[in-house]
């Protein structure tokens, strides 16, 4: 199974990015997803969640009510879209492909790993 994760770049603070990660594999229609993200000296943090139907998300708080997860799993695709972004969003954001069909917070209930794809917000 391979994640392709794109639309990162650089953007300045309070600007708009939507990335998107595209999975090899159609069984993760049934499979959550998430979003996590590590900046430079610091480690993974979960950002975004999404259940197999779309219809449960969680966020970490920091992002909530600026970045918004989706998914259309008939392109087997699940999208972040940041909206208000701040320097210290500053990151590599990864995809990644639950154990289950649910929405979780927790790195240790995901199997599959995208390659990650740099943000950078600029002040």
């Known amino acids: 199974v391979q994640l392709q994760a794109s639309g990162g770049g650089l953007v300045q603070a309070g600007g708009s990015l939507r990335l998107s990660c595209t999975v090899s594999?159609?069984?993760?229609?049934?499979?959550?997803m998430g979003w996590f993200r590590q900046a430079p000296g610091k480690e993974r943090e979960f950002v975004a969640a999404v259940n197999w139907r779309g219809g449960d998300t969680y966020y970490t708080d920091s992002v909530k009510g600026r970045f918004t997860i989706s998914r259309d799993n008939a392109k087997n695709t699940v999208y972040l879209q940041m909206t208000s972004l701040k320097p210290e969003d500053t990151a590599v954001y990864y995809c990644a492909v639950g154990r289950s069909s649910a929405a979780t917070t927790n790195a240790e209930r995901y199997q599959y790993w995208g390659q990650g794809t740099q943000v950078t917000v600029s002040s």
């Open positions: 594999r159609r069984t993760s229609s049934n499979n959550g």
